[in-house]
């Protein structure tokens, strides 16, 4: 028997191989969801500063492994700045599982990151539509749904970016901070629906976007990604950098009636980093 037995569960920028999206879907499915797994699986504009995205084979791959452990799963493709894509998303896991209980809004980029004169507005504006919008949308889409079936949990995967933010954190600093401020917003307004609305936000994770950000740091500073990794390091004193387990273990907890009295809050999962 698993906590999440008999759950439906969305979640969003899931596809890329070392992702907490990924590490989220299969710990959802390992206690009993029904997982719907989704990701952009389309590259960023040519002027957006190098980011990789999750694809479509990575997607379907993700639905596979949660199968052939025994899970339900299902790959599909949405932009979550898309307001019709967003709607199909829904629709989609409506039409396939017959509801939605939780909502895992994971998708994000840090295109719009570095010190201000080097951000562009194209940089800036993705940043908010992937960061911000996305998951506005994609909470207002569901939560009706949640709400006919007497509730729901909405997990916002913010950063520790969101709570405290310094020089260079740029566009992904902003975003992240509305991203917990939506959290508040959103979990007051849908808490009397019986609906929990809360955020993560993570510290140091090693996943593709980690390793970008550490290449871009190095980039600007002259040095190698295993020096900056060295000097990041001894900022933690959990003593290691985050695993995207170490996430998906808090989003279980979330998504699971053990957080029935959380409302509208930001959990900092940093290993000390954030204090
Ligand atoms: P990741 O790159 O593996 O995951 C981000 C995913 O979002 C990718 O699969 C990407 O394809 C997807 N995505 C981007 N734009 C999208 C769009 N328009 N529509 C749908 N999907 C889209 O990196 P990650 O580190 O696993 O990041 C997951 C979340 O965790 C992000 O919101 C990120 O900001 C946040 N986060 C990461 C860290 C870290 O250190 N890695 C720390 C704090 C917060």
Known sequence: MGELDGRVAIV??????????????????????????SDVCREFE??????????????????????????????????????????????????QLGHVDILVNNAGCAVGVGPLPIISEEAWDKTMAVN?????????????????????????????????????YGAYGASKHALVGLTQVLGAELAPEGIQVNAICPGLVDTDLGFEQYAFLAGMQGSSVDEVRAELLKSIPAGRFETPEDVANVCVFLASSRSDYLVGQALVVTGGYTR
């Open 12 to 37: 969003t920028g899931c596809g890329r191989e070392r992702g907490i999206g990924r590490a989220c879907a299969l710990a959802l499915a390992r206690e009993g969801a029904a997982v719907v797994v």
């Open 46 to 95: 040519p002027n957006i500063r190098l980011h990789g995205v999750g694809t479509w084979e990575q997607l379907e791959r993700l639905a596979e492994e949660i199968r052939s452990d025994g899970g339900k799963a299902h790959a599909v493709r949405c932009d979550v700045t898309r307001k019709d894509e967003v709607e199909e998303l829904v629709a989609e896991t409506l039409r």
């Open 132 to 168: 911000v919008k996305g998951p506005f949308l994609l909470t207002q889409a569901a939560a009706p749904h949640m709400i006919a079936r007497g509730g729901g949990k909405v997990i916002m995967m913010s950063s520790q970016a969101g709570v405290r933010a310094g020089a260079r």
